[in-house]
């Protein structure tokens, strides 16, 4: 079994930063797609970054010039550079792996991360 376990959420005020991470644990190889999807209350969960195997990167519109995501491939590692932040990123933020190995169709989720961005 695959296991993702995050860190780096908390409280910060606007235009603060943080640096989210997400690492996994145990038998997935030749992730194709690591991933940041956010939650906030009484809202649907929305895709915010996104980086292939093959080095390409998308952000959600809300988030681009202000979150970089980048991965660290030999230590199954996603990283979510936050910057700027604003009370509308105040959310629940998961970390998604999308592999097919060591079987087809393996997805990953972490457990979550509170971000709370509050004057």
């Known amino acids: 079994q695959v296991q993702l376990v995050e860190s780096g959420g908390g409280l910060v005020q606007p235009g603060g930063s943080l640096n989210l991470s997400c690492t996994a644990s145990g038998r997935i190889f030749r992730i194709n797609v690591m991933g940041w999807y956010r939650q906030a209350p009484g809202k649907q969960r929305e895709l915010v970054a996104a980086a292939t195997s093959g080095g390409s990167t998308n952000y959600a519109d809300s988030v681009k010039g202000r979150f970089t995501i980048s991965r660290d491939n030999a230590k199954n590692t996603v990283y979510l550079q936050m910057n700027s932040l604003k009370p509308e990123d105040t959310a629940v933020y998961y970390c998604?792996?999308?592999?097919?190995?060591?079987?087809?169709?393996?997805?990953?989720w972490g457990q979550g991360t509170l971000v709370t961005v509050s004057s």
């Open positions: 998604n792996f999308r592999s097919n190995w060591p079987e087809r169709g393996l997805e990953v």
